[in-house]
């Protein structure tokens, strides 16, 4: 049936009528909706949404994470056949899952964008669906948590990355990549002592009381270790799970603008990842994929798994 659907298909993301069901289009054509989702802002009878922010005017370091969003959306073309592995039910075939498309928003207005955001998310969760978002730098997180903390109250953060992203940063007003997660806590929106860091290996003096797992403990631990550690951390409460790409080491991503040596391998994240299924995880993101240091597009094929891991465990509950 898949050849002959093959030889049919093309442009599912805009002429695919069910919701649900793998795509057999071919990978190196058509429109490139994530995982050939159908692209609509149509929420009715759906239970996640992919949506992207290309947004890239907080980084620090070297820009491009505002084409993260296209790059992840046309690697996950290698992964709309087959139900994502390891997994004892297939997401795509259990859950209605679109694209949702990007963000709208004035790029010489940057003091708009993340009301702008929160508003774009504001309107998922309104409509019971939960987002997996690709950005993008990570400043994006902190607007999104602002809907998810409305709608669920102060969110347990599981957090992949090289950095802590709680540098101290009291102007609630400045955009930076490195300082939202400091003020994500300090306006209630994460519960630091249910929330968790994995894979850090930045020196920072005061990650708020938040429990870090650093990459050195990973390898030396392990995946099996590292979830038990996590599950403990954050028990039954709501979740947002946010993956900085750079979480992995170079290595494996080397498209990413603060690169740092030492970081996890690619199947630690993907066996933690697969572990954590039962967790109350209510959304999440995939962020700083920064296509122009991509060279041989490894980081945008990593970025697409960890957005469909993130729909496994989102979907984990509606099966």
């Not at 609509?40 to 505002?66: E, M, S």
């Not at 400043?139 to 347990?156: R, T, V």
């Not at 030396?220 to 403990?232: C, H, L, Y």
């Amino acid at each position: 049936m898949a050849l002959e659907d093959a030889r049919k298909q093309v442009d599912q993301a805009f002429t695919r009528e069910d919701l649900k069901g793998a795509s057999f289009e071919n990978s190196f054509g058509g429109a490139t909706s994530f995982l050939r989702r159908r692209y609509t802002k149509d929420l009715t009878g759906v239970d996640i949404a992919i949506t992207g922010v290309a947004f890239d005017q907080a980084v620090t370091n070297r820009p491009g994470t505002r084409l993260g969003p296209r790059a992840i959306r046309e690697a996950s073309a290698l992964q709309a056949f087959d139900p994502p592995y390891g997994w004892p039910f297939d997401v795509m075939e259990t859950c209605a899952i679109i694209d949702y498309g990007d963000l709208a928003f004035d790029y010489a207005n940057i003091p708009a964008f993340p009301a702008a955001l929160t508003e774009h998310i504001r309107g998922i969760l309104a409509a019971d669906v939960a987002s997996v978002t690709l950005g993008g730098d990570h400043y994006i997180s902190f607007p999104i948590l602002k809907a998810y903390a409305e709608k669920f109250g102060p969110m347990s953060l599981v957090q992949f990355d090289a950095h802590s992203d709680t540098w101290a940063d009291d102007d609630m007003d400045r955009i930076d990549h490195g300082t939202m997660f400091y003020k994500a806590v300090k306006s209630g929106l994460v519960d630091p002592a249910r929330s968790v860091q994995v894979g850090i290996r930045t020196t920072n003096e005061d990650n708020l009381g938040v429990p870090t797992l650093d990459a050195r403990w990973v390898h030396e631990n392990g995946p099996a270790a590292a979830v038990m550690r996590i599950k403990e951390i954050v028990g039954d409460h709501p979740v947002y799970l946010s993956f900085d790409i750079d979480g992995l080491d170079p290595a494996f991503a080397p498209g990413t603008g603060t690169p740092v040596w030492g970081g996890l391998h690619s199947w630690q994240a993907a066996a933690i990842l697969r572990d954590l299924a039962g967790i109350n995880i209510k959304g999440g993101d995939i962020v700083e994929v920064s296509p122009p240091f991509d060279t041989t597009g490894a980081t945008a094929i990593a970025g697409a798994h960890v957005a469909t891991e993130l729909l496994c465990l989102l979907g984990w509950h509606l099966r």
